[in-house]
């Protein structure tokens, strides 16, 4: 169920484009934001809420890469893995982060905690290695403090 | 108008058109000009995904795609250059890259587009080692159609469909680029009346229905132009025949009527034709009251006797006749005839009605019920009346669909009447009161016209021959009449000449007979608007 709340911010934000549906894309990160992802369920109530099909909203859903169509670990962890960061370790620092986590890239932990992934370039090239854990950026990165970060996440 | 030159023609279009657009409208898309194209439809908005339909256009540096290229006045299109044979090469290489070599197991196989451009324009050798994509197998995606996600070569001809036509919008693009899959909305089916259209519009062996797969190889099958009877639409359709058995219907392009479409109940009402409920035989009531297969020719004579029997003793007025609209213009003729040479007055047609919508589907569940009207029969309700005020002792019907609908009496009220006598193609509730039972074709079975609803008369080919002794109803009567001695009933049935008689005797059908309506059909003659500004002899007055 989208909240009171988020509908109500969803339907300020529809009345800044001149077609509705323009507000699909901030709408749709508010709705992640409160269910930490989108729902089949959640796609219908907010096709009803903005005035589109579903079809429509699952096109999107599916489309891009930071929206969710099913339930996410915690965490997302994401070790970049371009050419400046791989230059500088990162391919061999995520072979021992997959280690150290127990599990690989793209398959959430057991106990539900965190999953590891692998990125495109972020933008941090001067600081490489790095990863991006939820929404903030670690730099720098060796691998015991690349550890420390991820055993710190509850 | 702008005009166009396409490899070396000079082709008319509109104004706005494509130049794929202009290539059919006049009649030469792959039929003289040969413009390969997946994604592009004549029935749907342009997507130009596909690639394949790239042409030279003199002033272009580049290729253009024909289907999303609107014609300018005096633009020179090349179809044929070495350049587009090598940019069609890149397309269906690019396409076979990921699409599964499994033709041997694949239903598409003989009616596929890749397989028919790949012959045409596929490379030897594949130029690449990697696996090909993995994706779902057989998916159950509705009532009528499976998927195979991996044969699918993202023409979105299928979204589309049911985006504009149906716009029930059940299928969508799911995922980006070389990931993009086409799917259900979760929990959703692919269930609309108009659903199998989308295998038909399927260029490979992705959308395959539930009911055709696997039945037979298409190259077995030869294609027979017909009509289907499941409403008054009259689409136009091909008839899938092998070993003189029909194994299904698909639409046949006639923009008049039903564009390139057809309702998924017509579609499936091929299994009719030889349906185990089939009337194969005769049946006579004896005298001990039980129904019993007999002879045609023993039918005929015992039909004969009964009415003989009436008509000695109460006259002919006592005898009502009854035709379904299923029957065709010219065994309705002959019925009215019949009916005439009787020499009774209480005759008409009962038309079953249902649902409809304002795309295909016509309330007026029978073929012919348009000719029925054009050709004078009344409505079947006076024969009803006539018979629950006791007036009527013996009954001809032509076709039992309208049993049951309230159009007629039913089955009980008929049980007291002297004599019943029924023309039919299946088994029906008749049996209970019938005296005697004639077998009759269907309508894949028979030559002659229907009259659709916007009173266009169409062309009805015999496609399939009954394995047993059955005549079309104009022949039956035209046998009944002949054992009865009516004047003009010889007992011959040549439904050709049947035909020109009735566009001889009705002004609405001047000129329109089986020989002359074409692939597409002609208007009925609207008697008044031709007294003010009929046109000179032409197709589709």
């Known amino acids: 169920m989208i909240s009171t709340g988020t509908r109500s911010k969803i339907e300020a934000e529809m009345e800044r484009y001149p077609q509705k549906r323009g507000a699909l894309l901030p709408a749709l990160y508010l709705v992640q934001a409160e269910h930490g992802y989108v729902s089949s369920d959640t796609v219908r109530e907010l096709a009803e809420i903005m005035g589109l099909h579903p079809v429509e909203v699952m096109e999107v859903v599916t489309f891009y890469n930071l929206f969710f169509d099913r339930p996410q670990p915690r965490h997302h962890a994401s070790v970049c893995t371009n050419l400046p960061c791989s230059l500088r370790g990162a391919r061999v620092l995520l072979a021992q982060l997959e280690e150290h986590v127990g599990s690989k890239v793209g398959e959430p932990t057991d106990d539900g905690r965190l999953v590891l992934g692998h990125e495109e370039c972020l933008g941090a090239c001067a600081f490489a290695p790095m990863m991006r854990v939820d929404d903030a950026y670690h730099e720098d990165l060796d691998l015991e403090h690349a550890k420390s970060i991820l055993d710190a996440l509850e | 108008m702008p005009t166009l030159t396409v490899d070396g023609r000079v082709i008319e279009t509109a104004e706005g058109k494509s130049i794929l657009e202009a290539l059919d409208d006049a009649g030469l898309l792959m039929n003289g000009v040969d413009v390969p194209h997946y994604c592009w439809h004549p029935k749907l908005s342009v997507d130009g995904s596909c690639r394949l339909c790239q042409v ?119 995922g980006r680029g070389d990931r993009s899959v086409i799917e259900t909305f979760p929990g959703m089916e692919l269930d609309n009346p108009y659903s199998m259209n989308v295998a ?121 006749g009854v035709a379904s609209a299923h029957a065709t213009n010219e065994d309705l003729f002959t019925f009215r005839r019949f009916i005439e040479a009787l020499g009774t007055e209480t005759s008409g ?30 409505d079947a309700s006076l024969v009803a009346d006539r018979i629950r005020s006791g007036g009527i002792d013996a009954l001809v019907c032509l076709g039992s669909d309208f049993l049951g609908t309230g159009l007629l009496a039913n089955v009980e009220e008929l049980a007291g009447l002297d004599t019943v006598i029924v023309l039919d ?117």
């Open chain 2, 425 to 541: 193609t299946h088994k029906s509730e008749f049996s209970r009161v019938a005296h005697v039972i004639l077998p009759t074709r269907h309508a894949a079975e028979k030559h002659g016209t229907l009259t659709n609803a916007a009173g266009r008369v169409q062309r009805l080919r015999a496609a399939v021959e009954p394995a047993y002794e059955a005549h079309p109803d104009g022949a039956v009567l035209s046998h009944l009449g002949k054992a009865l001695g009516l004047p003009g009933f010889d007992g011959s049935y040549d439904v050709r000449a049947v035909s020109k008689a009735l566009a001889e005797s009705e002004p609405a059908f001047s000129g329109i007979h089986l020989d002359s309506v074409g692939d597409r059909g002609r208007v009925l003659i609207d008697p008044d608007a031709s007294q003010r500004d009929r046109e000179p002899e032409g197709p589709n007055l």
């Open chain 2, 349 to 378: 047609v009962a038309v079953p009605k249902g649902d409809a919508d304002d795309l295909l589907i016509k309330a007026e569940k029978a073929a012919n019920a348009a000719g029925a009207r054009a050709l004078g029969l009344g």
């Open chain 2, 200 to 320: 038909d519009i399927c260029p490979v062996g992705a959308l395959t229905t539930k009911d055709f797969r696997f039945k037979i190889r298409v190259w077995f099958l030869e294609d027979v132009e017909g009509l289907c009877t499941g409403c008054a639409n009259g689409c136009n359709i091909y008839l899938g025949i092998a070993n003189n058995k029909v194994y299904r219907y698909q639409p046949r392009r006639n923009d008049d009527v039903n564009e390139t479409w057809m309702c998924d109940a017509g579609r499936l009402s091929y299994r009719d034709i030889g349906a185990p409920d089939r009337l194969q035989y005769a049946y006579v009531r004896d005298a001990t009251g039980s129904l019993e297969a007999a002879g045609y020719e023993a039918a005929i004579g015992a039909a004969a006797r009964r009415l003989r029997a009436i008509i000695g003793s109460k006259g002919a007025g006592v005898i009502a």
């Open chain 2, 56 to 174: 030279e256009v003199e002033g272009f540096p580049k290729l253009q795609i024909a289907c999303n290229t609107v014609v300018q006045d005096g633009m020179v299109v090349n179809t044929t250059s070495d350049r587009v044979r090598k940019a069609r090469e890149g397309v269906v290489e690019l396409l076979l890259i990921n699409h599964p070599l499994d033709c041997p197991i694949c239903d598409q196989a003989g009616e596929c587009k890749l397989q028919d451009y790949a012959f045409d324009y596929g490379v030897e050798k594949s130029r690449t080692r990697e696996p090909r994509r993995a994706a779902k197998k057989r998916v159950d995606l509705g009532p009528t159609i499976v998927f195979d996600q991996e044969r699918c070569i993202l023409c979105r001809r299928c979204v589309r469909f049911c985006d504009e036509v149906p716009k029930t919008r059940e299928l969508a693009v799911f």
